[in-house]
């Protein structure tokens, strides 16, 4: 089945230090990663999705299918990255997430 | 409307109660997602709408679960007799597509029960 794992609940960064929100996926084939955020008191909302190749708010993620892995990362991170971040998996062709159990970013002065 | 929005934000119902909790969608989304949200967990799946279809319902924990969407835009979820362990945020998502495309989320209802 597939699965995807967020092994750190809570990551703790100082400001200006590079950030990587570790994802790993289980699925055979070759999935549509995305990652969602939701900061304090906001939706859920994408962050960015593989297929894009493009960069958020600073942050990238790449997909390496070798470690089964999409990790995001953010070579300086800013106090206002300070959220939950869930990294979500969807068969191609196919409309349904599953999602990691988050991953909590807290950026410290 | 701007975004999906949900109704109510909070619901505390007692054990055996039956709740329903509402979901309009962007205007325009043919897809429609419920999601069940646990303390400490990610989303999971419930069920799915294309327009008026349900086209999986494979993720509701029960037959005490029942969505519906009988005009293919507002949704309702409804739990009947519930259970302490349907304590959860119950999440609805809506894409344009729905395949391979981006959910989008509305801010959910936090259900309670005594």
Redesign the interface.
């Given at each position: 089945a597939q699965r995807?794992t967020?092994p750190e609940?809570l990551l703790s960064v100082f400001k200006g230090a590079p950030v990587e929100l570790k994802c790993n996926y289980s699925y055979s084939g070759s999935p549509?990663l995305?990652w969602?955020v939701q900061y304090s008191r906001q939706?859920?909302?994408?962050l960015l999705?593989h297929i894009s190749r493009e960069s958020i708010k600073g942050f990238t993620a790449d997909l390496n299918k070798g470690e089964t892995s999409f990790h995001l990362k953010k070579p300086f991170a800013q106090e206002e990255d300070s959220a939950m971040y869930?990294c979500?998996l969807?068969e191609?062709?196919?409309?349904?997430?599953?999602?990691?159990?988050?991953t909590r970013l807290k950026v410290l002065a | 409307g701007a975004g999906v929005s949900q109704s109510p934000r909070y619901k505390v119902a007692k054990r055996g109660q039956d709740v329903a909790l509402r979901c309009d969608p962007i205007s325009g989304h043919v897809s429609l997602f419920w999601y069940q949200q646990a303390l400490g967990q990610g989303p999971e799946f419930l069920t799915y709408f294309q327009n008026e279809a349900q086209l999986d319902k494979s993720g509701l924990p029960s037959d005490r679960f029942f969505a519906e969407r009988p005009e293919g835009s507002v949704s309702t979820l409804k739990i009947q007799r519930t259970q302490q362990e349907d304590s959860a945020v119950y999440l609805c998502a809506s894409s344009y597509t729905g395949i391979n495309q981006p959910q989008h989320f509305g801010d959910g209802t936090r259900l309670s029960i005594l």
């Open positions: 995807v967020q609940k549509e995305f969602y939706r859920l909302q994408l999705r869930y979500a969807s191609p062709g196919t409309y349904k997430y599953i999602f990691g159990t988050g | -």
